[in-house]
């Protein structure tokens, strides 16, 4: 190919060379040479020897007789293709190609022009379309007139906005502002001309001076990422623009036009028509305040700093955000209802990411694939709660955007997780000296509070130590067959000895929580819960403490549960009211498995006569059940199947009719069959 072709008589040649000498040499264009020199620079950089490359001079490899030997060995083993350019950057100019081109083009012409071959070009073509896909963008081929997309405009905007990003890679893609109001060159490791003319052509220096006027007159600063997405994207909407590539169309919202940052849009407006000659439709500027709107904000405007991400707040989503917690907690855990945490985080990101949503502005969320592998469940029940938000929005909910509140969900789990599940157990091993082993193991407790030392041996002696004692060997001096890890360091733990002992830690907690991650069918069945000796019968109760305390009884008595257990559900009825009344008359009562949680489990109690506390604050009651759960995963199988079949009238009024502990076991093992897969009860835990 070309570039090989081009590399090979820079690398035969003694001494400098001219562009038109080497283009005889090569017979090709002096234009191709150009497009494909960076190509050509970066490869010879590569093989650490000098290139000159200067107008008035030409061209010259400074190099040895044997590191140019070596070179052209190497040039002769690399295939018939680009020489280093990845499958992923090939992808990359081809989508710009596409996405830039006003007419169809062929395999030919950018075969021409990149020194791809067409059989190349036509194997990438499946990852293309499936990278177009995701804006929504059709890729049209046709033997008679070559490759072309169809969709949006819009899409098409955002779709290279994103390939900028993944050219730049986000650590470049972040300093980008910064770079252009600097004038620092983004341009020293793009391989390929074709993009730095792209780049060049956005007009982002001036920009970056709009992102500045946005700031000053809405009196905010916009966070790093926000800056340079809708930099780069008034710089595609430019040239878009100047292209007459127009957007037209109805108002999405007529309520933007009343903000302020519709107002700040129109005089952005303005701003290009006087620099550029062109003219913004209402929906150009409709889409441009969207961006402004759902943008993330710092709380500092120093430059130089990185403030703390915020989000515009307002109480408008308020109910949106507790209707969606209200489903999920019916999955997970109760307690999510009373998570402020989560409640104040999801309500934040549905208030930057609903007006992204509903302008179909891309959502990029690069932990996606992890959500779906490790937490399915997590994921699955984020997924079921969705219905609310596209209800009020009427656009269907992305993947990405589940993922981002699978994350929240998973982080109020985590706040839940019992203490002791956090703690590993650490055997000290030394030389016998008991002042080296009390120092390393004040040293442990200091630096690593939820690692507990449970033995100290000597490691001169062969004492065997087993993976029931403990998860690691901490050891001042070599230890060999052991049955578990072992870690030497120094007494004193230096700084290496500590990082060591961190990366240990966060592997094994991953570990232990991957084992913990079982799918929904292994989990524990409600029936496996609810045992015949934790089935309670009562005639009425005259206090709802006196409820907690006869529907917990069963669980105290057989170990499952500490007294303290009771007592912090008292608490959190008393701070928070009955917000786990779950509908059908039946409550759930529960506390956090910190608080005495000992195995997981549950019982029920059955009223003769149901409770009334407050018509107001809660129901008529005459079902309870105790969950008493260890972590933040175990349960959710129970739950789930508790949460379906109180949904049912006829097994509440089979449950209401049961008159012994053995009736109401037979009542579950007939209904448990009838049950839906999770992944189809979407909208069934509304309540």
């Given at each position: 190919m070309r570039q090989q072709r081009i590399i090979r008589e820079l690398l035969e040649t003694q001494g400098k060379i001219t562009l038109r000498e080497l283009a005889e040499k090569s017979d090709l264009n002096p234009r191709i040479i150009r497009y494909n020199m960076k190509v050509v620079r970066a490869w010879l950089l590569a093989g650490e020897l000098e290139f000159i490359n200067k107008p008035g001079y030409g061209l010259e490899v400074v190099a040895s007789e044997q590191t140019r030997n070596s070179l052209l060995e190497e040039l002769n083993t690399l295939e018939d293709c680009d020489l280093i350019l990845s499958k992923d950057q090939r992808i990359r100019i081809m989508l710009l190609y596409l996405l830039t081109s006003t007419e169809p083009f062929s395999a030919k012409s950018i075969s021409e022009i990149e020194s791809f071959s067409r059989s190349t070009i036509f194997k990438d073509t499946q990852d293309i379309e499936t990278w177009l896909n995701d804006y929504e963008i059709e890729l049209k081929k046709q033997s008679a007139k070559g490759l072309w997309t169809e969709g949006r405009e819009a899409s098409r905007r955002f779709a290279l906005v994103r390939l900028v990003r993944e050219e730049l890679d986000d650590h470049r893609w972040h300093r980008l502002f910064n770079d252009i109001e600097k004038k620092i060159s983004f341009d020293d490791k793009i391989a390929s001309h074709r993009f730095i003319d792209f780049l060049q052509s956005l007009h982002l220096a001036y920009t970056s001076g709009l992102i500045r006027f946005i700031e000053e007159n809405i009196s905010r600063c916009m966070s790093q990422k926000s800056r340079v997405e809708i930099m780069v994207y008034m710089g595609v909407m430019i040239r878009a623009l100047q292209a007459r590539d127009c957007m037209q169309g109805a108002i999405e919202d007529e309520e933007i036009l009343e903000t302020e940052e519709f107002e700040t849009a129109r005089i952005i407006g303005y701003m290009i028509e006087q620099e550029f000659g062109i003219s913004m439709s209402e929906k150009e500027?409709?889409?441009?305040?969207?961006?402004?709107?759902?943008?993330?904000?710092?709380?500092?405007?120093?430059?130089?700093?990185?403030?703390?991400?915020?989000?515009?707040?307002?109480?408008?989503?308020?109910?949106?955000?507790?209707?969606?917690?209200?489903?999920?907690?019916?999955?997970?855990?109760?307690?999510?209802?009373?998570?402020?945490?989560?409640?104040?985080?999801?309500?934040?990101?549905?208030?930057?990411?609903?007006?992204?949503?509903?302008?179909?502005?891309?959502?990029?969320?690069?932990?996606?694939?992890?959500?779906?592998?490790?937490?399915?469940?997590?994921?699955?029940?984020?997924?079921?709660?969705?219905?609310?938000?596209?209800?009020?929005?009427?656009?269907?909910?992305?993947?990405?955007?589940?993922?981002?509140?699978?994350?929240?969900?998973?982080?109020?789990?985590?706040?839940?997780?019992?203490?002791?599940?956090?703690?590993?157990?650490?055997?000290?091993?030394?030389?016998?000296?008991?002042?080296?082993?009390?120092?390393?193991?004040?040293?442990?407790?200091?630096?690593?509070?939820?690692?507990?030392?449970?033995?100290?041996?000597?490691?001169?002696?062969?004492?065997?130590?087993?993976?029931?004692?403990?998860?690691?060997?901490?050891?001042?001096?070599?230890?060999?067959?052991?049955?578990?890890?072992?870690?030497?360091?120094?007494?004193?733990?230096?700084?290496?000895?500590?990082?060591?002992?961190?990366?240990?830690?966060?592997?094994?907690?991953?570990?232990?929580?991957?084992?913990?991650?079982?799918?929904?069918?292994?989990?524990?069945?409600?029936?496996?819960?609810?045992?015949?000796?934790?089935?309670?019968?009562?005639?009425?109760?005259?206090?709802?403490?006196?409820?907690?305390?006869?529907?917990?009884?069963?669980?105290?008595?057989?170990?499952?549960?500490?007294?303290?257990?009771?007592?912090?559900?008292?608490?959190?009825?008393?701070?928070?009211?009955?917000?786990?009344?779950?509908?059908?008359?039946?409550?759930?009562?529960?506390?956090?498995?910190?608080?005495?949680?000992?195995?997981?489990?549950?019982?029920?109690?059955?009223?003769?006569?149901?409770?009334?506390?407050?018509?107001?604050?809660?129901?008529?009651?005459?079902?309870?059940?105790?969950?008493?759960?260890?972590?933040?995963?175990?349960?959710?199988?129970?739950?789930?199947?508790?949460?379906?079949?109180?949904?049912?009238?006829?097994?509440?009024?089979?449950?209401?009719?049961?008159?012994?502990?053995?009736?109401?076991?037979?009542?579950?093992?007939?209904?448990l069959p009838r049950l839906s897969e999770p992944e189809k009860s979407a909208s069934a835990l509304a309540v």
């Open positions: 500027l409709e889409l441009l305040a969207a961006l402004i709107i759902g943008s993330r904000w710092e709380e500092s405007c120093q430059d130089g700093t990185e403030g703390i991400e915020i989000s515009a707040i307002s109480d408008k989503y308020d109910v949106l955000t507790q209707q969606m917690i209200n489903i999920c907690s019916m999955r997970l855990h109760p307690m999510l209802k009373i998570d402020t945490v989560l409640f104040q985080e999801l309500k934040n990101h549905l208030d930057y990411s609903i007006f992204r949503l509903k302008y179909h502005i891309p959502i990029r969320n690069r932990n996606l694939a992890t959500i779906k592998e490790k937490y399915p469940e997590i994921y699955r029940v984020a997924e079921n709660s969705i219905f609310i938000l596209e209800k009020e929005l009427d656009v269907r909910i992305p993947p990405e955007e589940i993922g981002f509140i699978a994350m929240y969900l998973l982080s109020a789990l985590e706040r839940l997780r019992t203490e002791e599940d956090s703690h590993l157990r650490a055997i000290i091993a030394n030389n016998g000296v008991r002042a080296t082993s009390s120092l390393l193991q004040s040293r442990l407790e200091y630096e690593f509070p939820g690692l507990r030392v449970v033995k100290t041996i000597n490691s001169f002696e062969n004492i065997p130590i087993t993976r029931d004692e403990g998860d690691v060997i901490i050891s001042t001096l070599p230890i060999e067959d052991a049955q578990l890890p072992v870690i030497q360091v120094q007494p004193f733990l230096e700084r290496d000895n500590i990082r060591e002992i961190q990366q240990w830690i966060q592997q094994k907690n991953q570990s232990k929580r991957q084992e913990k991650l079982l799918s929904l069918h292994e989990q524990t069945s409600l029936v496996d819960l609810i045992k015949l000796s934790h089935i309670t019968f009562a005639k009425r109760v005259y206090s709802w403490q006196d409820m907690v305390a006869i529907a917990s009884q069963p669980l105290i008595h057989s170990g499952a549960i500490q007294e303290r257990y009771l007592r912090a559900m008292v608490d959190v009825i008393a701070d928070y009211g009955f917000y786990m009344y779950m509908g059908s008359g039946v409550l759930l009562l529960h506390a956090k498995p910190t608080d005495g949680v000992n195995r997981l489990c549950m019982s029920m109690l059955k009223l003769d006569k149901p409770f009334i506390y407050d018509q107001n604050t809660l129901p008529e009651t005459d079902i309870i059940f105790v969950l008493g759960a260890t972590d933040d995963n175990s349960h959710l199988k129970a739950l789930f199947q508790l949460n379906e079949l109180i949904q049912h009238t006829e097994f509440m009024d089979s449950i209401r009719a049961a008159k012994k502990p053995v009736q109401i076991i037979n009542t579950l093992w007939q209904w």
